[in-house]
């Protein structure tokens, strides 16, 4: 059982808008600590998407953005793409287990 | 561009330890920075382990921080994990990877490519 929980799979049509949830609690997303989003493909090690909630790194598409509010993260992607067809983790810092914590991760299909 | 690249023994007998090296190149890791390790069993999600910063204190995942150790070995710009009395349980890929703070908001910015660790008799 994952700290921050993550809808398993989600899908969407080439061209689409496609949302991620991430809920937390008042430990880590509600106490104001950052949401960091990762995308992971198979066989691969996760790659950075966001950062401190709706950064973007150098490279990352604009298709891809992050929110925050209250006890939950989102994760955003527009225009739908089927590169994005990947595994998807949202993370966290969590005070009461003073660490990082990630969701369980959502598989996107691109239908 | 700093790289990351872990290297270690893919198999590991029940009860013995599990121990990887992470290998630095283009940045130094007394420099800053935070340095940690993660793991994903198969076909499972992220679990973090721990991290450490250099001149600051090692921090654990309290589901292992009784088995865990990381280290830091600045004249090989290397940092390790060890991980003691493993079970089948801690058959996964271990990735280490840098975080720009020690605690508190933090994200992993560079990874290594992961090692696939698994217990077996």
């Known amino acids: 059982q994952s700290v921050l929980t993550q809808p398993p799979s989600v899908s969407g049509a080439p061209g689409q808008r496609v949302t991620i949830s991430c809920t937390g609690s008042s430990s880590n997303i509600g106490a104001g600590y950052d949401v960091q989003w990762y995308q992971q493909f198979p066989g691969t090690a996760p790659k950075l998407l966001i950062n401190a909630n709706n950064n973007r790194p150098s490279g990352v598409p604009d298709r891809f953005s992050g929110s925050k509010s209250g006890t939950s993260a989102s994760l955003a992607i527009t225009g739908l793409q089927a590169e994005d067809e990947a595994d998807y983790y949202c993370?966290?810092?969590?005070?009461?287990?003073?660490?990082?914590?990630f969701g369980g991760g959502t598989k996107l299909t691109v239908l | 561009q700093v790289q990351l690249q872990e290297s270690g023994p893919g198999l590991v007998k029940p009860s013995e330890t599990l121990s990887l090296i992470c290998t630095v190149s283009?940045?130094?890791?007394?420099?800053?920075?935070?340095w940690g390790w993660i793991r994903q069993p198969p076909g499972k999600g992220l679990d973090w382990i721990g991290n450490f910063h250099h001149g600051g204190s090692p921090y654990y995942s309290p589901s292992l921080k009784s088995r865990v150790t990381i280290s830091l070995d600045t004249s090989k710009n290397q940092f390790s994990l060890n991980l003691t009395s493993v079970t089948a349980a801690d058959t996964a890929v271990y990735y280490c990877a840098r975080t720009p703070r020690d605690r508190g908001s933090n994200w992993f910015d560079s990874w290594g490519q992961g090692i696939l660790v698994t217990v077996s008799s």
């Open positions: 993370q966290s810092y969590d005070s009461s287990l003073s660490g990082s914590v």
């Open positions: 283009a940045y130094s890791i007394s420099s800053g920075y935070s």
